[in-house]
């Protein structure tokens, strides 16, 4: 069976088709980051304008990589959470051709796509398993019994910890998006020359809150001599304290919850040294590490799609409606 995935949640355009039986058969993306960058983020109106020029041509082209003759079985799209306009163009394209294909549609929730993407590598994730999703929108950290069935234990009070590497990427005038630019610099800083508070470490819970690291590392700038040897060290010292604090709450949910599992997935699970770190960390556990590759870090439709073969039988849908959430929580999925 032939899942075509589609993926638009927020600033790329994503098509990608997944077998059930050969796996991954074609993965395409195409990325606005340099249209927003100018911006110094997303600019939801150009978005959703983009994506509705470039989702039929990337369509097309995937299409042609598989034989005609054995067509796609079903749709799946990102249903949210997401940007309204963006999602909206890639529900009512899969709505368009579920009708036009006679084939039906999955609404799949992103971060889902993202929990389960460690295994488009072929690493089959065992449950129940911890999951820190981490992104441009979301922080969380969320236990998952099984596939479908996730309680979240921690989440982000305010912005994410994507977020807050973008902002301060644009403090910086790195410009968008901001954590592969921060981590780059980062490298050139030097260790302790500053030392930013881990928030929210030492207050019960797992919840995040990364807009007081960004006020903090906004007011060490200000005073700075703003030289390029400046920049590199608040750099680093900014990620060391991200990238902590993501770990010492990872620690404290394994402690909790007893399980040694750990899924790192979303854009910021790319950060090298967060993958090193968590490395070291569950060595300690003696557990079991999920990250996947660089190139399903980032939103993609390869997860949509593989989301989509595993929701088949049960969320499988034939109707015209058009059908987005942009608040979509994880939380509110079904277990398959």
């Given at each position: 069976m032939k899942i075509l995935g589609i993926e638009t949640s927020c600033d790329e355009t994503g098509i990608a088709i997944y077998d059930t039986?050969?796996?991954?058969?074609?993965?395409?993306?195409?990325?606005?980051?340099?249209?927003?960058?100018?911006?110094?983020?997303?600019?939801?109106?150009?978005?959703?304008?983009?994506?509705?020029?470039?989702?039929?041509?990337?369509?097309?082209?995937?299409?042609?990589?598989?034989?005609?003759?054995?067509?796609?079985?079903?749709?799946?799209?990102?249903?949210?959470?997401?940007?309204?306009?963006?999602?909206?163009?890639?529900?009512?394209?899969?709505?368009?051709?579920?009708?036009?294909?006679?084939?039906?549609?999955?609404?799949?929730?992103?971060m889902e796509g993202h929990l389960l993407s460690p295994m488009l590598n072929s690493d089959l994730i065992k449950f129940p398993a911890l999951a820190l999703l981490v992104s441009g929108g979301h922080t969380q950290i969320i236990r998952c019994d099984k596939?479908?069935?996730?309680?979240?234990?921690?989440?982000?009070?305010?912005?994410?910890?994507?977020?807050?590497?973008?902002?301060v990427s644009k403090l910086l005038g790195l410009g968008y998006p901001g954590g592969r630019r921060i981590s780059e610099l980062a490298k050139k800083g030097r260790s302790k020359k500053f030392f930013f508070p881990r928030p929210m470490t030492n207050v019960p819970g797992l919840n995040f809150s990364f807009s007081g690291l960004k006020t903090f590392t906004s007011n060490i700038y200000s005073y700075s001599s703003k030289d390029n040897q400046s920049k590199a060290d608040i750099a680093r010292a900014f990620e060391d304290a991200v990238i902590d604090t993501?770990?010492?709450?990872?620690?404290?949910?394994?402690?909790?919850?007893?399980?040694?599992?750990?899924?790192?997935?979303?854009?910021?699970?790319?950060?090298?040294?967060?993958?090193?770190?968590?490395?070291?960390?569950?060595?300690?556990?003696?557990?079991s590490l999920y990250v996947p590759?660089?190139?399903?870090?980032?939103?993609?439709?390869?997860?949509?799609?593989?989301?989509?073969?595993?929701?088949?039988?049960?969320?499988?849908?034939?109707?015209?409606?058009?059908?987005?959430?942009?608040?979509?929580?994880?939380?509110?999925?079904?277990?398959?």
């Open positions: 039986n050969l796996g991954l058969i074609v993965n395409k993306l195409y990325s606005q980051s340099r249209i927003h960058s100018k911006y110094g983020g997303v600019v939801p109106e150009l978005a959703a304008r983009k994506h509705s020029l470039k989702i039929i041509p990337l369509i097309s082209s995937v299409l042609k990589k598989i034989n005609k003759n054995n067509f796609v079985n079903a749709i799946a799209y990102t249903g949210g959470p997401g940007l309204v306009g963006s999602l909206l163009v890639g529900a009512t394209v899969a709505a368009s051709l579920s009708y036009a294909w006679k084939i039906p549609k999955i609404s799949i929730n992103h596939v479908g069935k996730y309680v979240i234990l921690g989440d982000s009070l305010d912005d994410a910890a994507g977020e807050a590497f973008d902002k993501l770990i010492i709450k990872c620690r404290r949910a394994i402690e909790m919850t007893g399980i040694k599992r750990l899924i790192i997935a979303g854009g910021v699970s790319a950060n090298i040294k967060l993958k090193k770190e968590a490395k070291k960390m569950i060595n300690i556990y003696q557990g590759s660089k190139k399903f870090s980032t939103d993609n439709a390869a997860m949509i799609a593989y989301a989509g073969s595993l929701r088949y039988k049960k969320h499988k849908d034939f109707s015209l409606k058009i059908s987005i959430n942009p608040k979509w929580s994880i939380a509110d999925l079904v277990s398959i």
